[in-house]
Structures are given as structure tokens and as C-alpha cells.
């Protein structure tokens, strides 16, 4: 028996005197997700050089909701993994389309790194300044298989924006690394030095 949705008790109410039943659209729940899709496409401002990364994505979910308790262990949540996951796969046709893919994954294996995050919230006082710090940064190394311990320096600033909400993070290429530190990475051709792994698509919950 296929579910009705209904706008709200006053006006099936009113609408049950005259005999009939008002049905939410169909449309409605399809503008919704194409609203969600829209925001990682219209913030705009993404760039990449051979020395830096920059990057502007939505909001992260609230601490609230990125993790769990599962059998009394701390997870992460399916929003936090699904915010992760968007995140990949928006680097990643970043990363796809730049002509500095190759001098930027060459740099990235030769030094120390600089992580700035400027959260732009509907209110300077909506949510704490750290509490999208560990999502963000998790969500970016993971998608370019970077181990977040290269980052020696972090930046956080926080704005209010009712109209543009929006977060803002530059990783930049800071010293090079001892000699004897460097990790070692493998060759890759041009065409796929950009391609990073990105984590698995999460079922839903």
C-alpha cells in the first residue's frame, strides 16, 4: 500500500468536510534533492595551482549529527560519511579538469602543509568554530590518499553569512620536507596522478 503525504492536520481537516484529500506533489521531494545537488555546484570559487589547493563546499553536518553510538563504540554517522563521500567525488572533478594536477601531486609528496578553513555560518553565533575541523580535514586527505600528519599548521576563522553559507579551505604547500622524511610515493603518468582513492559509497542507513 503506497504511503500518502499530506501538507498538515488543518487542511485535511478542512478538506475531509468537503469529502476529499489533499496529496503533497510529486515534485516537491524531487526539487529538494536537486536544491541539495545545486549547492556543491553554484558556490563556485574552487582552484587548484602546483602549490595550492582551494576549495569552497557546503557546511558540514553538526557535531550532533556526524557520528554515532554503535554497541558502544563512537562512529561516524551515515551523514558525516555521505558528506565525505560528496566531498571526494567534488575534488576529484576538480583535480580531473586542472592542468596542474601533475606539479601539484609532486609537491604534495615533497612537503609540509598549511590547512586553512573559513566557515561562513547563517549566524556568527549558530555553531562552534572547531566543531567541522576534523570532517573537513578527513574528508580532503582522504580524498587525495594524503595522511593529514604532513599538516604542521592550521587555520580557523569563522564568518556569518545568511545567504551564502559556505566553507572555505586552502591547503598550501608550506617547507619541503628533510630529505630522509620524505614519503615515498609511486610514479604515476600525468593522466592518472590525479586520481585519488576515494572512499566507498556508504549504504544507506
Not at 555546484?41 to 589547493?53: I, V
Not at 557520528?67 to 567525488?89: D, E, F, I, P
Not at 615515498?184 to 603518468?189: K, L, M, Y
Request: hydrophobic share 35%.
Amino acid at each position: 500500500m503506497r504511503t500518502i503525504r499530506i501538507p498538515s492536520l488543518p487542511k485535511v481537516t478542512a478538506v475531509k468536510r468537503k469529502g476529499g484529500l489533499i496529496l503533497l506533489p510529486s515534485h516537491t521531494r524531487k526539487s529538494r534533492s536537486a536544491t541539495t545537488h545545486l549547492e556543491w555546484n553554484q558556490l563556485g570559487g574552487d582552484s587548484l595551482t602546483p602549490s595550492e589547493l582551494f576549495l569552497v563546499l557546503p557546511l558540514p553536518p553538526s557535531i550532533n549529527h556526524q557520528y554515532a553510538t554503535v554497541n558502544g563504540r563512537r562512529v561516524l554517522a551515515s551523514k558525516g560519511r555521505q558528506y565525505k563521500t560528496a566531498v571526494a567525488n567534488h575534488l576529484q572533478g576538480l583535480i580531473r579538469q586542472s592542468p596542474h594536477r601533475a606539479d601539484f601531486f609532486e609537491a604534495l609528496g615533497t612537503h609540509f602543509l598549511s590547512l586553512s578553513i573559513r566557515f561562513y555560518f547563517k549566524t556568527a553565533l549558530r555553531r562552534d568554530l572547531d566543531g567541522g575541523l576534523k570532517i573537513a580535514q578527513d574528508a580532503i586527505c582522504q580524498a587525495i590518499s594524503l595522511n593529514d600528519n604532513r599538516i604542521s599548521e592550521i587555520h580557523l576563522y569563522k564568518d556569518s553569512d545568511s545567504v551564502r553559507p559556505r566553507m572555505e579551505c586552502r591547503l598550501a604547500m608550506l617547507s619541503p620536507l628533510p630529505c630522509h622524511s620524505r614519503p615515498s610515493r609511486p610514479r604515476h603518468s600525468a593522466d592518472s596522478r590525479h586520481k585519488p582513492n576515494l572512499p566507498s559509497t556508504p549504504s544507506s542507513d
